[in-house]
């Protein structure tokens, strides 16, 4: 509902005395007060009594004047003072009851879009999204070299050295076995050479990505809304009214 204090900041210009036109542009007064939810038009152009109507009721404030939602001919019951209609607008006059309107005129308020309208502005932004692709690969290959060593090593072998003792030097003996043929073997031992190969950790290869980060331009076309106010002709606004 559009109460004074907006209507008063929408046309700041209004004053008691402003002239009051039907939609088809016929005079019916002037306006004598303002109230909160409605305004009095004074009796004596087109009222036989001064006659309240609502700030919905108004279609523009336009060249000094307030036209309304109705016309002169829609009106034209109010001038008879015996219509039953002055009562309710004498009670609204007091303040005794809320200006409602008639179910003869009620679609055309239903009609009537609110006071504030929001229009939706839209701008595009640009939206920047990371893919990840392989830009390359690192292969390791071990490749198995063979080369020809040689180290040397000490061995052991064993001979016999023969000495021999006087007899008066040497050991006393038994008398068993004494002038009988024999035979002693002695083992000589001597160390062979095996050659084995076993594996050992040389080293380890390690591998590690580091991830580098660089700025990148990228550039896209970007689309705004923005609005263009055009106010109709008052001409053109009476003709579609009518």
């Known amino acids: 509902m559009l109460t004074k204090s907006l209507f008063m900041e929408k046309y700041p210009t209004v004053r008691d005395g402003t002239r009051v036109f039907g939609r088809d542009g016929e005079e019916l007064g002037k306006t004598s007060y303002f ?11 087109f009222f036989p009594k001064d006659f309240t109507l609502r700030y919905d009721d108004i279609q523009e404030f336009k060249d000094g004047g307030i036209y309304l939602l109705c016309t002169q001919d829609e009106l034209n019951a109010w001038r008879d003072t015996g219509y039953k209609g002055w009562t309710e607008v004498e009670d609204v006059n007091l303040g005794k009851v809320e200006p409602i309107p008639t179910e003869t005129f009620r679609d ?4 009537i879009p609110e006071e504030d309208l929001r229009v939706p502005l839209m701008e595009e932004d640009l939206e920047v999204k990371k893919t990840l ?8 290959r071990k490749i198995v070299h063979t080369e020809h060593r040689h180290i040397t090593v000490p061995v052991m072998s064993e001979e016999i050295e023969i000495e021999h003792i006087k007899g008066t030097e040497a050991a006393p003996l038994t008398t068993e076995g004494k002038f009988e043929d024999s035979t002693i073997e ?7 050479v095996e050659v084995g190969k076993r594996a050992k950790l040389k080293e380890e290869v390690l591998l590690h990505k ?11 076309e970007v689309r ?3 609005a263009d106010v055009e106010r109709i002709a008052d001409e053109k606004l009476r003709k579609k009214a009518v």
């Open 210 to 220: 580091k991830q580098n980060i660089e700025q990148r331009d990228v550039e896209g």
């Open 35 to 45: 109230g909160d939810e409605s305004f009095t038009v004074q009796k004596g152009l």
């Open 224 to 226: 705004s809304e923005e």
């Open 133 to 140: 692709r392989e830009s390359g690969r690192v292969r390791i």
């Open 186 to 192: 002695v083992p000589l031992m001597e160390e062979d």
């Open 108 to 111: 055309k308020y239903t009609s």
